[in-house]
């Protein structure tokens, strides 16, 4: 078998980033010899960093999820582990504690800092966001989404130019944008952007 070659990133946020936002961290990226395309992270070695802390966030394994720490704000953070693709439907079941947004990364290109994101609060809030040049496509609240620490089965449908995201198989919103296309990376998002959050725990299961 091949070995792994793990690339960690540590990138402060840019200074041309919105004035609420002041943090980002894009790590770890871990490329595999053999993709898979389901992760229900109860195997350590599936490809996402393990027990790896830096700036006061954790990225593990825990108890058969993927866990997320985000110090107080404002930071922003990602994690993938090089999956790829360029048409197709993309869901996780994530939950959290503490406040702030989490969900799913997509359409990450290499230099790790343009892509898309479809985030969820603990109050029934969705947004989607387009990630530089930063800009909101779509955002709401839904009765779909479960409030609090509960669980959310989230999915994004990627189809050439079209942008799809759901709860549960609630539609939430539709956009149409080709800023960034092609076969690129997908992962997982968490984030404390507001001056007045806390800290967060975000917590990832059932990867597909």
């Known amino acids: 078998m091949k070995r792994l070659l793990v690339v960690l990133l540590a990138i402060p946020l840019m200074a041309h ?40 966030i954790l990225y593990e394994y825990a108890g058969g999820e993927y866990h997320i720490r985000v110090p107080g704000p404002p930071w922003w953070v990602s994690a993938t582990n090089g999956w790829t693709a360029e048409s197709y439907t993309l869901s996780v079941d994530v939950r959290a504690d503490g406040s702030g947004t989490f969900g799913l990364a997509f359409g990450v290109t290499e230099n790790y800092t343009d892509h898309y994101s479809f985030e969820i609060d603990n109050a029934g809030n969705y947004y989607l966001w387009r990630y530089f040049p930063w800009r909101l496509l779509a955002s709401g609240y839904s009765d779909a989404l479960q409030q609090g620490t509960e669980s959310n089965r989230l999915e994004v449908i990627r189809q050439d130019d079209l942008i799809a995201v759901s709860a549960y198989g609630v539609a939430l919103a539709g956009v149409i944008d080709n800023t960034f296309m092609g ?26």
């Open 17 to 56: 980033a919105l004035e609420r936002y002041s943090r980002v961290v894009y790590l770890p990226l871990v490329y595999k010899s053999c993709e898979t395309r389901m992760d229900d992270f109860s195997n350590p070695l599936s490809g996402w960093a393990d027990d790896y802390y830096v700036w006061g």
């Open 183 to 208: 076969s690129l990376m997908v992962g997982l998002v968490a984030s404390t952007r507001q001056l007045d959050q806390g800290s967060l725990d975000a917590y990832f299961d059932n990867l597909s």
